[in-house]
């Protein structure tokens, strides 16, 4: 089910993603905020799995002062803990199947349990992986889900492209260029700027008509180039929007980082300041990038560049009628854009709480052999490896002791650990047949931030309010008086 969040103005948002339910939600109680911060860190790292990471991370707590209430110090609940946390992340991994290309169908299957059964949204997802290729999907500072954008009123679509959320510059300039040359200025479009104090001189504004000079040579240096699109970082100068319109030159400004960042990679632009534009005419045209096509969308105000001849890009465009709703479907491709660069990355395992089931019994075979207290603390790790699927089931209707149960006697008679619960029927079925898997990187970094979470709380004995720094007291004030 979706929640909806209503803030003080009456603005709401419809959502089931739950970072953005526990971002959004008002909550000042601190331990919840670090649970939160859980959550964040989750997001970040893998982009999917904060509702596993939440429903873990309290699971531990909760089960851990249980245990510390019957008397078990927590200094061996932690260590329990932590020895649970790794020997469960080590199970996991060694249940790991690994996605063999970008071909792989699990990816659609990875992409439509993420994407919470939206079947047009996973084709999206798994059309944009295939156009970046399984080399970018691996490289260390690229996200898939930075691929999605969404519009009211866009249709569905996935392209090799990039899209800047800005218009031309006037409409006078072409609504289209082909087989263009791509210039890049992560700086304004202006001359260089002269101090007022300096420009009051006779040297000072000497100097400043040598700038000025020199920035419409720049400017015609750039037209003799046949550059057909600009992409500007800041503000451009009346002048040289008149120039380069006359020229025919399509120029956007004001792109964010983000974005012109994106343009150049794509078109295998260099980015230049712009002093940059002094370069002479053979060192400026090495800093040009190349596109087939640019065009403005003037129905949904954005510039798509296509075609470029530098990195391979792909955007996934989302639309819907309503901007709640978009923003919505937008979150889910997010979603399901990072599950499956995960399973790229580090393969899947069983979903439906199936794995984490199946790791639960192996810590109660590995707690049999522990001596001592810190036998608590894994106890702890097993109970929360069991909340996910007792989680689902109870949201389909059903007791989450007895399916729970159900579902452990199945997989200890049967020897997989891809048994887990259809929500429909309630029977024990194969995750695997039924194409319910998750990223394998979800389920271990989220038990890896759930624990230590956990610890931190659990080692807090003391809540102190701080006092306000900022508040230093106050000198004493004397007051005149009239009689």
Same mark, same amino acid.
């Given at each position: 089910m979706d929640t909806l969040l209503v803030d003080r103005f009456g603005e709401v948002i419809i959502t089931n993603d739950g970072i953005t339910i526990l971002t959004k939600m008002d909550v000042n109680h601190p331990a919840a905020k670090m649970v939160i911060n859980t959550a964040r860190a989750q997001e970040n790292e893998i982009g999917d799995g904060t509702t596993t990471a939440t429903i873990m991370a309290g699971a531990l707590l909760a089960e851990g002062v249980n245990q510390a209430l019957k008397g078990v110090p927590v200094t061996r609940i932690i260590e329990g803990v932590k020895l649970g946390i790794n020997r469960?992340?080590?199970y996991i991994r060694s249940r790991s199947?690994?996605? @063999?290309?970008?071909?792989?169908?699990? +990816?659609?299957?990875?992409?439509?349990?993420?994407?919470?059964?939206?079947?047009?949204?996973?084709? +999206?997802v798994v059309e944009a992986a295939r156009l970046v290729g399984e080399e970018k999907l691996k490289e260390p500072g690229f996200k898939l889900a930075d691929t999605v954008t969404s519009e009211e009123g866009a249709d569905n679509m996935v392209f090799s492209g990039v899209i800047v959320r800005r218009e031309r510059?006037?409409?006078?300039?072409? +609504?289209?260029?082909?087989?263009?040359?791509? +210039?890049?200025?992560?700086d304004a479009l202006d001359a260089e700027q002269v101090?007022?104090?300096?420009? @009051?001189?006779?040297?000072?504004f000497k100097r400043y008509m040598e700038l000025q000079e020199e920035f419409k040579q720049n400017l015609a240096k750039v037209v003799s180039m046949a550059v057909r699109a600009v992409f500007v970082d800041g503000t451009v100068h009346q002048y040289a929007d008149e120039i380069l319109t006359d020229a025919g030159v399509m120029v956007v400004s004001r792109v964010s980082s983000k974005e012109l960042r994106k343009v150049a990679e794509f078109t295998a632009a260099r980015a230049i300041k712009r002093t940059g534009l002094r370069k002479d005419i053979a060192e400026l045209s090495k800093c040009l990038g190349f596109a087939e096509k640019v065009y403005e969308d003037e129905k949904l105000g954005h510039v798509r560049v296509l075609g470029g001849r530098g990195k391979p890009a792909a955007t996934i465009l989302v639309g819907a009628a309503t901007e709640e709703v978009v923003d919505e479907r937008e979150r889910i491709a997010k979603d399901a854009a990072s599950a499956v660069q995960a399973a790229v990355r580090g393969g899947v395992v069983p979903g439906g709480g199936s794995i984490e089931l199946a790791t639960a019994m192996e810590l109660d075979r590995m707690k049999a052999g522990i001596k001592g207290m810190t036998a608590?603390?894994?106890h702890c790790v097993a109970e929360a490896l069991k909340k996910p699927l007792a989680q689902i089931v109870a949201n389909a209707g059903f007791n989450p002791l007895e399916k729970v149960g159900d579902c452990m006697a199945a997989q200890a008679e049967s020897g997989k650990d891809s048994l887990a619960i259809n929500c429909d029927t309630g029977e024990v079925v194969d995750m695997v047949e039924y194409g319910v898997l998750d990223p394998t990187l979800v389920k271990t970094y989220a038990l890896k931030a759930a624990g230590e979470i956990a610890e931190a709380i659990l080692r807090i004995d003391t809540i102190i309010k701080k006092k306000d720094e900022d508040s230093a007291p106050r000198p004493a004030q004397t007051q005149e008086m009239e009689f």
């Open positions: 469960a992340i080590e199947r690994a996605v @063999s290309g970008i071909e792989d169908p699990i +990816l659609r299957q990875v992409a439509l349990v993420a994407g919470r059964e939206h079947h047009d949204i996973a084709e +999206l510059l006037n409409a006078e300039q072409p +609504l289209e260029v082909q087989n263009a040359r791509i +210039l890049v200025v992560d101090g007022e104090e300096a420009l @009051s001189t006779e040297m000072g608590y603390g894994v």
